[in-house]
């Protein structure tokens, strides 16, 4: 199994579409064997999909993501865990121990057009988008829950 994660500085980056790196991780037995940093090549968006099937990724772990990277990760078998953050290495960690924080939902709504905060960015914050506005005073959810106000579009 692979796992990638999008990311800059040891942590996860937050816009799955304007990822530079990914730390790819090889499991086997539920533990982490190797893991190496990979640049993208200046793929971007829905192209990062193809990138990711070609080097054997079965789940990725990132922040914010877009429906048409959604989709094309989706039809490439990517299983997908959005609106995380924090440490890359932690997350993968938390993932294989099955306590990885996540929104299963996250998304980043400016690919329908508005100002926005990406997926994890605004995650338990006041004005924050995020897949559902978990615990987010005014929070923007991808099913409405808790209504839209503060920093949402």
Sequence with gaps: MKIAVTYENGQIFQHFGHSENFKIYSVEEGQVKNSEVVGTNGSGHGALAGVLASMGVTALICGGIGGGARQALDEAGIEIYG???????????????????????????HHEGGAHNCGGHGHGAEGGCGGHGHGAEGGCGGHGHGGCGGGCR
Excluded: E, I
């Design 83 to 109: 609106g995380a953050s924090g440490s890359a290495d932690d997350a993968v960690t938390a993932l294989l121990a099955g306590s990885l924080q996540f929104d299963p939902d996250a998304s980043c709504s």
